[in-house]
């Protein structure tokens, strides 16, 4: 998400057409009905169910409640899907979104700075800053994962004026996509807010122009030289706003580098060059090699390349003035009135009385001067050298002496956004010294944090789920880095005295006004409470939970049977709801009620705990939310490496939060490919955090780019990207993996067709998948393989994706595909095939199969299957593909209440998800990619054997599919007292993607 300057419409991914696509009267896919209802779909809980306006007035209406005559012709064909919205023609006009102007209040009774903390227990962001102000809002920075912060702690997103960014990356700006789709959602004509950064902003802006329309919609700002430009970057500070109620100015730091470590050594060992004038030198580089001009031998300049600028911000509130005394104004012949006013303005008036001025400061006592605080990023060691030499810092200086600055103005409050690494150093402290007596919030990245979740709405409910089933869900919210190595920010002694340090905290405050309650204010610190915590208050809540904890233990205790080796293992028979709602009578009594079951597939049987295990990082839809992120799923080989399919916003702190800060990083280094099912914000925007921390992860270290899997449009955003933080990645088109497997080989492209590569993968008919086509030779030889196939059966619904980029020709990418072989070689898959879909132009699903195995008796075994839906209708082309799979994790987006709502939006009720399911005859379905309106649960009927509800951080290894369901009733009880929704209506601005 982004913003430019002028403003246009982003009302991003909302319909603003009339929809003329109804209810069907006839089954969504008539050519395979689906089997009749065996269960009911509750909604999230058991509570009082929240309403919503209803979004689609426009498909009836509102007079006589009758549906136009077009949509009964709809109708009567059947058609459940919105075509529009699927060809990408539903956006209609774009609205010019306009700043809304704020009356400020000049005497601000209330005005602090506050700690949003998007960084501390995963580390994964820079934290964000809150500017306070009666009528303004200013936020510093924007990482991922602000939103949901924002959510669970009531911080309304629609009061924001500005958004600042300290440094232009994925660290400090990850969320800003989400967050400007939010606020553009906001109320009926969106909102719009100014943008401020450095100049290498506009290759973010760039960026996501890529995938939101008119990303001009912010009133985007930058400021300082061109990257490469060292012109006027250390001059005076460059003021950006200046009103009546604050004055925010900006100093532009870039590192200094050079081919040898002499001058980080210098910084470490506390040399002080801070005697270096930068403004009066700036041609004298020879006494400071590192700082060498540009061109200079051996010797690298100030490097400004794109995402290397950072900047200091000045908040500087205006001074006090002095209290009016009635008594010297009468003295001086002055009548009550507006004279007294004038001179409260600071303005000279000639005495009633007598032949005299009188002076503001002849009836006003002593001005106390306006609060100052100080945000700075010093992300780097070689960022230091100019931060402690920067003129334009000195007129804050306890110690200046400069008589081009004036005197000295007292700081209040040095906000410190760097890492605790260079914020650590002697020279970085020395420099904290010179502001005398300001208080110093360290909001960096320390360790001693790690241990206190920032999400504790989210960490609650993992706790929960944890307790009661700790094999699906290995994390509790919390862990444990155990005697951490952390440098104690109490107190920091120099060589001139103990400056105040205070480690950063969630919600911390430091007021600025009113004057009376300067300084730090702790009181709105939210208290960190240990797992134990949580768990007494679900013993307390629903005592009966600990008794059904222990059954679901004994589901691992007694594992399935295994057959013999000429038949198919059988599940074993598990407890009704019923049994749950008596557990606290049963007391393991085994004399429950049962039921058979299906068998389980040949592909599980003899499966290793070490073949595959899906974890699902996020399961929420549109935007991040209070309880789930979102859409994400990691899919861990373990030796073999793992992947991602899809990487919403907040994906890496996901990952941190499973696995623990190294295991995370782990995680990252062993991806082999990242699939995106679509251009939607809410599946891709954590990729660029992702991909340049692997970069940085394995940059001294022998690797390949990682392979990206996409659609079209994703990598004009990845390019576009890549010119700020290097993202070391090799991008293939979804289209071109459409009909792909490890067998075909780099040769076989130019001469095989399309019918015998799915042959050769054995992905045709055996995968569901049918396909058409041959490869050709054109434009000097390039081969091109044709991409209209018959991958969907010839209806209604589905034809008109021959009209939509799905006809024509294509060049093969033959390097992409002979890098995909590779991988799925390397990763003991036999086939990786995307599966268009129906939502939005270029949707796919994903299909993925592994190798088959010999067993020890030499039994061939066949591999796993994993279909993912992405975001879709119902549709023929997934069931075909999902044809015998071991487990399909497809969205339900909608209760079954809301059809029309999941049809003009081209989602799935929970209700057509498991059809598909049982369509296909899939082993297990997994549901997810739920509307935040359901902030816990849509409740699945236990008679469904094969669905499971998905959650946040719910870890299913393949091998425990058969036991699955059997804890989804246990699960269920858990948020037996839950309402159905909780969210702020701001979070719920609907589903926009």
Known sequence: MSRMPPVSGLRLFFSTSPLLIPKPKTPLIPLRPFPPPRFTVLCASFGKKTQFPRRFSTLRNPKTREKPPQME?????????????AEGKDKGQPKNL????????????????????????TQDTSPSVLLFFDKQRFFFNAGEGLQRFCTEHKIKLSKIDHIFLTRVCSETAGGLPGLLLTMAGIGDDGMSVNMWGPSDLKYLVDAMRTFIPNAATVHTHSFGPAPGSISGLLKDPIILVNDEVVKISAIILCPALSGTNESIDQVDNGSDVTGFDFERNLDDFSKYPSLSPPGSPKKASLATKPGDLAVVYMCELPEIKGKFDPAKAMALGLKPGPKYRELQLGNTVMSDRKNIMVRPSDVLGPSIPGPVVILVDCPTLSHVHGLVSVPSLKKYYV???????????????????????????????????RFGGAQHIMAGHEMKNVEIPILKASARIASRLNYVCPQLFPTNGFWTVGNIDSCPMDSISSSKEVLQCIPSENLLKFHLRPYANLGLDKS???????????????????PEIEDASKVVRKFWECPTEKAGNNSFPVEEPWISEASVEEVQYQKGNENMSFEDVSQIPASLENISREDMEIVLLGTGSSQPSKYRNVSSIYINLFARGSLLLDCGEGTLGQLKRRFGMKGADDAIKSLKCIWISHIHADHHTGLARVLALRSQLLRHEPHEPLLVIGPRQLKRFLDAYSMLEDLDMQFLDCRQTLEISKDVSKK?????????????????????????????????????????????????????????????????????LEKLRSLLEDSGLEALISVPVVHCPQAFGLVLKAASRINSTGKTIPGWKLVYSGDTRPCQALIDASRGATVLIHEATFEDSLLEEAIARNHSTTKEAVQVGESAGVYRVILTHFSQRYPKIPVVDETHMNTCIG???MSVNVADLPVLPKVMPFLKLLFRNEMVADETDESLTAESY
Request: glycine share 12%.
């Open 951 to 953: 959650f946040d951080m």
């Open 98 to 121: 306009q700043l809304k102007s704020r009356k400020l209040n000049p005497v601000n009774t209330i005005c602090y700075v506050q700690i949003l903390g998007t960084g501390m227990d």
């Open 524 to 542: 709105g610190i939210p208290p960190s409470p240990k797992p134990s915590y949580f768990i007494n208050e679900l013993l307390s809540e629903i």
């Open 399 to 433: 110690d200046s002496t400069d008589p081009d600055w004036g005197s000295s103005k007292p700081v209040n409050c040095v906000i410190h956004l760097g890492p605790a690494s260079v914020t650590s150093t002697e020279s970085y402290r020395k420099w904290m010294s």
């Open 748 to 816: 076989s492209l130019e001469t095989v067709s399309t019918h015998d590569i799915l042959q050769q993968g054995n992905g045709s008919r055996e995968n569901g998948i049918a396909g058409s086509g041959s490869l050709t030779m054109a434009d000097g030889g390039n081969p091109l393989q044709t991409l209209e196939g018959t991958l969907f059966v010839k209806s209604k619904m589905q034809s008109y994706w021959k009209k939509s980029g799905f006809q024509g020709d294509a060049v093969v990418d033959t390097a992409g």
């Open 73 to 85: 012709e709809k109708e009567k064909e059947g058609v459940g899907f919105n075509k529009r919205r």
